[in-house]
């Protein structure tokens, strides 16, 4: 939704600042200046590579866990187990990671409050290796339990680890490249579902005598995390603003982007904390009571809940299927859910180079209205697979466009837009309801979606499609431009919003809804 001057009714898009091949040497130099480009691969480890592993790496050994869950049974019970009880534990062993995502999410505000930013990700990876040496002696001891409870662990740090991950970035980067900065956590993301790809192949990992040490590939690169981390600052923004330590800020700042004063930085960071006056962090309930914060709240509920209906959750998990539907053979589906992956990466990658420049708002709409026109094209290929004998390839063509209009549109920007339009009390609490939309979505449509499947077939993927095209209006006619500006100016911008007929005085920009 696009905010105009009350006068104005004329649609006109957004100045769009020319890309230059210099702007983009200017942005690797500032990354290389410091310590910064280490640090973002540091932290990108042991945040959302975690969530995007996992949530691709535990199809592959589904047949052997089933067999190990079935012979632990038969040896303890001296029977083997019924059909559906395997189903049920097999099923319990998925979803509980779910369940750990969303407590890990819900509980990062009382984290972050508690032991700050950098010291929070270091017991993150804590207990991330107490789920590895779980899983590791599962087999062993023929234990499924153990499984169980290795995945909740894994879970719990997936879901707190990715919201650190992106309150962490957020803190540490400059506004003139926080999105760049910040659009990491989608490519480490992306980089972490393709890694689980390619150890579930049955050349490496894929096997059902390494099955449990496959389950435990995240985790052993958060080890790598948990080792150096340590050598690095705490967040620049957190220790000034909510620990009044202007020296500390500025020396990690200096650490993270080079040598400098940052006298302007630094003077924002204070003029947002005079505003916030001292106040503590907001709970979840004092934001969603916060009459103040109603635009962002509302942005982001319709912003995230469009990308988790989007339909790009069940692309991931359902590729496989869909592209059976498509009568693609099924000795080429890996193949080209590998394809999808890294076209994910280099998708993101070229979003990085381009936010900054284009702007936020743009990328968001264009990329929800692209990938609603892809949702529908994609469903009617489906209807159509036996009319021709390459309307299956043009379904697979449609999937890998619908992947790259994510990952360069609403997965790129959203963490960005997530971390900017709240100030630093309000972050927090914001997240955790980021959290509990994300996790609790995520479970609700891996249920779902199996049953419109079923009984719509391909029609159901019209529904994503609807969602997509609304997010895209939405955006479009409301959402403000946040390039540039800090989450101050971002927050002031939102105040200032009203719809068509309220009474209010004339600074107040009206919003075309």
């Known amino acids: 939704m696009r905010n105009q001057p009350r ?61 190990f869950i079935n012979s632990s049974w038969a040896q303890r019970y001296g029977e083997t187990p019924g059909e559906n009880t395997v189903t049920f534990i097999w099923s319990a062993v998925v979803s509980v990671f779910a369940l750990g995502g969303l407590l890990g999410s819900i509980s990062v505000r009382w984290v972050t409050n508690l032991l700050g930013r950098k010291r929070a990700m270091i017991w993150n990876n804590a207990i991330t290796v107490v789920g590895l040496g779980i899983m590791i002696i599962s087999k062993p001891a023929k234990s ?32 003139k490249i926080r999105g760049m900065v910040t659009l990491t956590v989608a490519t480490f993301k992306a980089v972490g579902k393709l890694t689980g790809q390619l150890a579930g192949l049955s050349e490496i990992l894929g096997r059902e005598d390494w099955w449990n040490i496959l389950l435990c ?39 993270l982007w080079g040598p400098g004063d940052y006298k302007l930085e630094i003077e924002e960071m204070l003029l947002e904390q005079a505003s916030l006056g001292g106040e503590r962090s907001k709970t979840l309930m004092e934001l969603l009571r916060d009459q103040s914060i109603r635009w962002q709240l509302l942005s982001m509920f319709v912003i995230n809940g469009a990308v988790q209906f989007s339909g790009i959750s069940v692309v991931g998990v359902f590729s496989f299927s869909i592209f059976q539907e498509a009568g693609i053979p099924v ?34 709409w264009a990329g929800f209205g692209s990938m609603a026109v892809i949702m529908a094209l994609i469903a009617v290929s489906l209807e159509l697979k036996d009319y021709s004998f390459w309307t299956p390839y043009s379904t697979v063509a449609l999937v890998f466009l619908f992947v790259i209009c994510f990952a360069g549109g609403p997965s790129g920007v959203v963490p960005s837009f997530n971390h900017e339009i709240f100030v630093q009390s309000y972050r927090s609490a914001a997240f955790v309801f980021i959290g509990i939309m994300t996790w609790a979505s995520f479970t609700v449509l891996g249920f779902i979606f199996p049953f419109l499947l079923a009984a719509l077939k391909s029609f159901s993927f019209m529904l994503f499609s609807c969602v997509c095209f609304a997010a895209s209006l939405y955006i479009f006619f409301t959402l403000p431009e946040t390039k540039g500006k800090t989450p101050l100016e971002i927050s002031e911008e939102f105040r200032n919003m009203r719809t068509c007929g309220s009474s209010t005085d004339d600074k107040c920009m009206e919003t075309r809804l």
């Not at 499984?147 to 650190?164: A, C, D, K, P």
Request: net charge positive; aromatic share 12%.
């Open 331 to 364: 000795e080429k589906i890996r193949y080209v859910t590998l394809g999808m992956g890294v076209s994910e990466i280099l998708t993101n990658i070229t979003c990085g180079l381009l936010i900054d420049h284009v702007g936020r708002r743009v990328l968001l």
């Open 144 to 175: 499924f339990e153990m499984v169980l409870i290795s995945r909740f662990f894994f879970g719990f740090t997936s879901g707190l680890g990715g919201n650190l991950h992106v309150i962490y970035l957020g803190e540490i980067s400059p506004k």
């Open 217 to 255: 590939v995240p985790a052993f690169f958060s080890i790598i995390q948990m080792v150096t981390l340590p050598f690095f600052p705490e967040a620049p923004r957190y220790l000034l603003i909510e620990k009044s330590n202007t020296e500390q800020c500025k020396t990690a700042l200096q650490y």
């Open 7 to 67: 006068a104005g009714w004329v649609i006109a898009l957004p100045h769009i600042k020319r890309f230059k091949w210099t702007d983009m040497d200017n942005l690797l130099s500032q990354l290389v200046r410091g310590k910064a480009l280490l640090f973002i691969v540091v932290l990108g480890l042991g945040g959302c590579f975690q969530a995007g592993c996992h949530s691709t790496l535990i199809s592959s050994p589904s047949p052997f866990i089933k067999s």
